[in-house]
C-alpha cells in the first residue's frame, strides 16, 4: 500500500477519534494509539512517521482532556451537595444521551450528529443525577440543582476534552502529513 493511501487512512481514524470523544468515548486514545503504531513500527521505506515529541505531546493532551472531562463533571455534582450515586449515574446518563443524541442528529451530517450528540451527554448527566438524588430521597429543588451542575459540568467537560482531542488530532496529522 503507498504511503498515500496509508496517511489517508491514518488521517480517517484519526477523524473517526475525535468524533468519539465527542461522544463522550475514548476517541483522543484511539489517535494516541495510531500514533504509537506510526512512531513503533514505521516502514524505513516509508516517509509515515510520528517522533518521540510529537507523541509525548499527544499523550499529554489526551491525559489532560480526561482529566478535564472528569474533574468538570464531578466536582460540578460534588459542589452542589450531590451523592456518589448522582455522579456515577450523570455519567452513565452521558454515555447514552451521546449516543441517542448521535442518532438523532444524524438528518444533519456531522454537525447534526455533534451538536446532538454534545447536547444528547450533557441532558443524559442532568437526567442520571436527578435520578440519582431522587433514588435517595433527596426533594426535587436539591435533585434539580444537581441535575443543573452535572449538565454544566457535563457540557464544559466535554468540549475540555473536544479542545484537547482537537490538539492530539493536529499534533498526529501534522506529523503524519508533514
Request: glycine share 16%; hydrophobic share 55%; charged share 5%.
Amino acid at each position: 500500500m503507498s504511503d498515500t493511501v496509508t496517511a489517508i487512512l491514518l488521517t480517517g481514524g484519526a477523524l473517526v477519534g475525535w468524533g468519539a470523544s465527542l461522544l463522550g468515548l475514548p476517541g483522543n486514545w484511539l489517535i494516541v494509539i495510531l500514533g504509537i503504531c506510526c512512531w513503533w513500527w514505521p516502514d524505513p521505506a516509508s516517509t509515515l512517521a510520528v517522533g518521540e515529541w510529537a507523541l509525548i505531546a499527544m499523550l499529554l493532551f489526551a491525559i489532560l482532556g480526561e482529566v478535564l472531562e472528569f474533574f468538570a463533571g464531578a466536582l460540578g455534582v460534588k459542589k452542589v451537595g450531590g451523592s456518589t450515586r448522582s455522579t456515577v449515574l450523570a455519567v452513565v446518563g452521558s454515555v447514552v444521551g451521546g449516543l441517542a443524541g448521535f442518532f438523532v442528529g444524524s438528518g444533519v451530517p456531522v454537525i447534526g450528529n455533534v451538536v446532538a450528540s454534545l447536547a444528547g451527554s450533557a441532558l443524559g448527566a442532568w437526567i442520571g443525577s436527578i435520578a440519582g438524588e431522587r433514588s435517595l430521597g433527596q426533594p426535587w429543588e436539591h435533585s434539580l440543582q444537581v441535575g443543573g451542575a452535572a449538565f454544566w459540568g457535563r457540557l464544559f467537560g466535554t468540549l475540555a476534552k473536544a479542545f484537547c482531542g482537537t490538539c492530539v488530532a493536529a499534533i498526529f496529522l501534522a506529523a503524519l502529513w508533514f
